[in-house]
């Protein structure tokens, strides 16, 4: 019987536009393989089975361990590496014409409505980071007028291009899980857009290390993707992408969205907000 559920749903996705096909950039920029490959070319030998099956760093950094019989801090090394040689080809030169967010012109207006109603200090008067830079569209439209910006990303090309557009700005070569470059209670905004839902991403211990380098009563929002942009048509398929396949679920966005904020909590976070908008969905906390 399951065998049979699990055809249908295959069948009923493949007959439908619910597929990361309608995106050139996201179907032919797969995070899982570019790993694999880049894994491949350090001597470590995975098949795509394997990364899927292990779609954690640590779970990834310990099969490589066991596997070839290395240390695991080299083999976690080497995971970082292929982490973030990946996420530099897609993201560090992004073109904004395959975001879902070119559909979505009040996209910005958006965040600011999240903001707000956690803080009503300007983003200007704070001292911000933004995890998960990406190619810099999204904090150049957010961020341009702030004086006290932090950039953190594991992909170097793409701090290269803030720091362009935001001279101003700090950057910082980091993944969202070890901020450990940052000091305890030193912002009062952290601010991580579809970083959350990223591949072989630990939820848990970006979490706590949000709340180590915020201060007291300061604010974390944080967004999941809900929609890749069906380039051809111009129009939104909602939902985000099922790990391993080309198909996007409708319910998956909300789902990986409560479970970010089930992680805040855990945290020791507080306030807990969820806004869903036609193109992503938003998660609001603030520290105690």
Not at 129 to 139: Q, R, S
Request: hydrophobic share 40%; charged share 20%.
């Amino acid at each position: 019987m399951q065998r049979q559920i699990l055809k249908q749903n295959h069948d009923f996705y493949a007959a439908s536009e619910q597929r990361i096909d309608c995106n050139p950039h996201y179907s032919t920029h797969r995070i899982s393989e570019a790993v694999t490959a880049k894994l491949l070319s350090m001597g470590f030998a995975l098949t795509k089975d394997d990364v899927n099956a292990h779609r954690g760093r640590t779970a990834l950094a310990s099969l490589i361990s066991q596997r070839y019989g290395t240390e695991y801090k080299e083999a976690d090394g080497a995971v970082g590496d292929a982490l973030a040689a990946a996420f530099d080809t897609k993201y560090g030169t992004y073109d904004y014409a395959f975001d879902a967010r070119t559909a979505n012109e009040g996209w910005a207006d958006d965040f600011m409505s999240v903001y707000s109603r956690t803080s009503t200090r300007p983003l200007s008067a704070v001292n911000v980071l933004n995890v998960g830079v990406g190619a810099g569209h999204e904090a150049t439209a957010l961020f341009s007028g702030c004086p006290r910006i932090t950039f953190a990303d594991i992909a170097e090309s793409g701090l290269a291009n803030i720091s362009g557009r935001i001279p101003c700005s700090r950057t910082v070569v980091s993944s969202a899980e070890d901020l450990s470059a940052l000091p305890d209670g030193s912002f009062d905004l952290y601010v991580s857009l579809r970083t959350y839902n990223s591949s072989f991403f630990d939820t848990s211990a970006a979490a706590r290390e949000a709340h180590r380098v915020l201060k007291p009563g300061s604010v974390i929002i944080v967004s999941v993707a809900n929609g890749f942009l069906y380039t051809q048509r111009g129009c939104v398929v909602p939902g985000l992408i099922l790990p391993g396949t080309e198909f996007v679920d409708l319910y998956r966005g909300m789902e990986t969205a409560n479970l970010i904020g089930a992680e805040l909590e855990c945290a020791g976070f507080t306030d807990v907000r969820t806004l869903p908008t036609s193109t992503e969905i938003y998660v609001s906390a603030v520290t105690v």
